[in-house]
């Protein structure tokens, strides 16, 4: 055999096993991939669970104080007296959720709703709710409906039937919940895989769901295999759902809840939660192509040739990294920045996408530095930057010292977003408890930050939106500092007395 032939022989031979390592580790990490997407989807039905139990275990209060009242006036017939009607409205106000509170008489007419000031024309006996409240003598949970109030809110009911000492039926009173208060809360705690979370009735009506809410209300699930199948087997699992209702394939989790008659489901699409794992995959595809074409180049020239040009490509790489890289905090520096926000606002031209910059200073650094000396006010700087690196978890957020105390991000997403960021970077810098020479804001480091976003701003260049930016900074300073100030002119501004 040739020398030829058995360096393609050798080479066809490295191939095939890079080719099945390769498939050894996607599969591996598809696999985990997929099993962190179940655990996630299963965390969520069990805090959404919790949250469930919180809420109708406060209802309950509620509504029990309301039927005390009404058993000791002996009927419903005084709710609309004023005293009464705003008592109504001061319990709805401390749920969060409450979108309305009311009281129908035995016949079904509402005798007093808490949003609405007198005696309410409407009748609701042939509501669900009212009937099986009726009947069983017990707290009954309603799916969503639309209100007959005006504006027709969609709402689900938790309604309680009210009896005198003798076990005559006097009333039924409830609360009307807005049915994003079961579903929504979730991205409040950093999920960023856009799951969709349902409520059913035991019997697969919907309570609540988010997000399309409007577009479901009315719609069962009784019919799809979560009821059909899996509920049959177990109170809980995950399995690969088709829905029955919009037709998307999800990897999802289920729990029922037999003490409420509901069941809490939560599914991620496969295309969101497998995504990260498709990024990965090109990128290895990508570097093994580039590992077998390296072994035919290391079969065809020399090895030492070969292992100088690659120390050559990663000593250049390092050091271009570290010519964008600043020396004290370890974050991206003013060039890197500038070329990273040039870059991100031709890639918002080009898609439409929203982009956001937040510019951030430390509050009082100079009198920190007259305080503690410049070495502290160094060691102050890496820990500020520190946390506002942390709180960045997209690979396109970047960080970076813009100058001396004053620190500046990039986000590709909109002000709400960005929002969320800068509040979480200025309450988590405060929550370092760095202390500091006492002001009238804090006593330990705090930061104010100016935001501007695309999507809020009508900024016509890339320097129109930095000077938006340094306004909204301006603005936070001169508001009393440690706060957040949007560009938009919104509510933005969030000091550390009411959020801490």
Not at 70 to 94: H, K, N, T, Y
Not at 353 to 361: A, G, H, Q, W, Y
Request: glycine fraction near 6%.
């Amino acid at each position: 055999m040739s020398l030829k032939a058995r360096a393609l022989l050798f080479a066809t031979f490295i191939g095939m096993l890079i080719v099945a390592a390769t498939s050894m580790v996607l599969w591996s990490d598809y696999r985990r991939t997929k099993v962190q997407s179940e655990q996630t989807a299963s965390d969520i039905t069990r805090i959404v669970e919790k949250h469930i139990f919180d809420t109708v275990t406060q209802v309950d209060v509620l509504l029990g104080e309301v039927a005390k009242s009404i058993v000791r006036d002996g009927g419903p017939q005084r709710m609309p007296e004023r005293d009464r009607w705003e008592q109504l409205g001061a319990f709805c106000r401390s749920l969060i959720g409450c979108t309305l509170m009311g009281v129908v008489d035995a016949n079904g007419e509402a005798v007093a709703v808490s949003s609405i000031e007198g005696k309410p024309n409407i009748n609701v006996a042939d509501r669900k709710y009212f009937q099986m409240s009726r009947q069983t003598g017990k707290r009954y949970i309603d799916a969503a409906i639309v209100s007959r109030l005006p504006g027709n809110p969609i709402v689900f009911t938790i309604a309680k039937p009210v009896f005198d000492a003798s076990g005559k039926f006097l009333a039924v009173v409830s609360v009307g919940m807005g049915t994003e208060h079961f579903t929504s809360f979730y991205k409040l705690m950093g999920f960023t895989l856009n799951p969709t979370v349902t409520v059913f009735k035991g019997n697969g009506d919907i309570v609540a769901r988010n997000p399309d809410m409007q577009v479901h209300v009315g719609k069962s699930n009784a019919d799809g295999p979560l009821f059909r199948i899996h509920l049959r087997k177990a109170q809980s699992g995950v399995y690969n759902s088709v829905s029955v209702l919009d037709g998307r394939t999800r990897i999802a989790a289920y729990k029922s809840i037999p003490e409420l008659d509901l069941v809490v489901f939560a599914g991620i699409e496969n295309s969101t939660a497998l995504l990260h794992w498709k990024e990965r995959t090109h990128i290895t595809l990508y570097v093994v192509a580039a590992l077998m074409a390296l072994v035919f180049f290391m079969i065809a020239y020399t090895y030492r040739n070969l292992v100088s040009q690659l120390d050559l490509i990663a000593h250049n790489k390092a050091l271009d990294e570290l010519s964008r890289m600043d020396a004290l905090t370890g974050i991206a520096n003013r060039r890197r920045f500038d070329e990273a926000l040039k870059a991100g606002w031709a890639r918002h031209l080009r898609t439409k996408e929203p982009l956001s910059l937040l510019m951030i200073d430390i509050d009082f650094f100079k009198q920190y530095n007259d305080e503690y000396g410049h070495p502290a006010g160094d060691e102050c700087l890496r820990k500020v930057a520190g946390v506002v690196q942390s709180c960045l978890h997209r690979k396109t957020d970047l960080a970076a010292r813009y100058g001396g105390e004053e620190l500046a991000v990039i986000l590709e997403c909109d002000e709400h977003g960005a929002l969320t960021v800068a509040t979480r970077m200025r309450m988590e810098v405060e929550a370092l408890a760095v202390d500091t020479a006492c002001t009238k804001v804090s006593c330990h480091v705090t930061v104010s930050i100016g935001l501007a976003s695309t999507s809020t701003v009508n900024a016509a260049s890339l320097e129109e939106l930095m000077v938006a930016a340094d306004m909204a900074l301006y603005e936070a300073k001169v508001s009393g500092r440690n706060r957040v100030c949007s560009a938009a002119g919104s509510s933005a501004a969030l000091n550390a007395a009411t959020s801490s």
